[in-house]
């Protein structure tokens, strides 16, 4: 009876490994399902790569460098000098103070606006002798009509302007149209005579000498033209 016992607990514990196994068995094969076993004929599948295509070169384009442009530095405004109300009288004071430039410039400016004042032209081109500018004097004077340049004032200064330019014989024609134009200015026969002899042409100036003498022979001018032209007479 007890043999039996033991036959049939020894039964049941070798069913019961048995079942354990399989279950170990099936639990394992459960488990490999998943996976690839080796020996599989199917070909493994490569894992894509994400690949960064290649930089594209940059061309770099040539650059034309920019034109340098030089800025001129901006002149430096001088304020123009305020002028005078009366230009006449500011001219007559600079010229007493010995401004001449000064006062020619304010005659010239006033004589812009009065072009027919042959006045101002006058006092203008005797401001250019005193100034040392003969040849504005001149130009001031040449184009008038001859019976303008025969008054006195207008001969004087353009007389005056050729002497200074060293063409005392341009200096005896001015005095020579003055007399030609008045017969009683005598005093234009003794300074054309003075001015032929700057010139060194002797015969003309005794010939204007003459013409001075006969207008007015006691004249202190042609006393003192006498001793030139008739040395005997004024020795005795």
């Given at each position: 009876?007890?043999?039996?016992?033991?036959?049939?607990?020894?039964?049941?514990?070798?069913?019961?490994?048995?079942v354990?196994?399989?279950?170990?068995?099936?639990?394992?094969?459960?488990?490999?399902?998943?996976?690839?076993?080796?020996?599989?004929?199917?070909?493994?599948?490569?894992?894509?790569?994400?690949?960064?295509?290649?930089?594209?070169?940059?061309?770099?384009?040539?650059?034309?460098?920019?034109?340098?442009?030089?800025?001129?530095?901006?002149?430096?405004?001088?304020?123009?000098?305020?002028?005078?109300?009366?230009?006449?009288?500011?001219?007559?004071?600079?010229?007493?103070?010995?401004?001449?430039?000064?006062?020619?410039?304010?005659?010239h400016?006033?004589?812009?606006?009065?072009?027919?004042?042959?006045?101002?032209?006058?006092?203008?081109?005797?401001?250019?002798?005193?100034?040392?500018?003969?040849?504005?004097?001149?130009?001031?004077?040449?184009?008038?009509?001859?019976?303008?340049?025969?008054?006195?004032?207008?001969?004087?200064?353009?007389?005056?302007?050729?002497?200074?330019?060293?063409?005392?014989?341009?200096a005896?024609?001015?005095?020579?149209?003055?007399?030609?134009?008045?017969?009683?200015?005598?005093?234009?026969?003794?300074?054309?005579?003075t001015?032929?002899?700057?010139?060194?042409?002797?015969?003309?100036?005794?010939?204007?000498?003459?013409?001075?003498?006969?207008?007015?022979?006691?004249?202190?001018?042609?006393?003192?033209?006498?001793?030139?032209?008739?040395?005997?007479?004024s020795?005795?």
């Amino acid at each position: 009876m007890e043999r039996v016992e033991v036959l049939d607990m020894s039964r049941r514990n070798r069913c019961t490994r048995i079942v354990t196994t399989l279950l170990l068995i099936a639990g394992l094969t459960a488990l490999g399902c998943g996976r690839q076993q080796p020996g599989d004929g199917r070909a493994q599948q490569p894992r894509p790569v994400a690949v960064t295509p290649a930089p594209v070169p940059v061309q770099v384009q040539a650059v034309e460098p920019e034109p340098v442009t030089v800025v001129e530095p901006e002149p430096v405004l001088v304020a123009e000098p305020i002028e005078p109300v009366n230009l006449l009288a500011a001219a007559t004071e600079a010229s007493k103070r010995g401004d001449c430039a000064t006062a020619l410039r304010y005659v010239h400016k006033y004589r812009t606006e009065q072009t027919d004042n042959i006045m101002l032209r006058i006092r203008e081109a005797g401001l250019a002798n005193d100034c040392g500018q003969p040849q504005r004097a001149i130009d001031l004077l040449i184009h008038l009509d001859p019976n303008t340049r025969a008054m006195e004032p207008v001969t004087a200064a353009l007389a005056d302007a050729y002497l200074m330019t060293n063409r005392p014989g341009k200096a005896a024609m001015t005095w020579e149209l003055r007399y030609i134009v008045d017969k009683t200015a005598w005093e234009a026969a003794i300074h054309a005579s003075t001015s032929w002899l700057e010139a060194d042409v002797y015969s003309t100036a005794l010939w204007w000498y003459e013409q001075a003498r006969k207008a007015a022979p006691n004249s202190p001018e042609v006393v003192m033209l006498s001793a030139v032209f008739e040395p005997e007479d004024s020795d005795g």
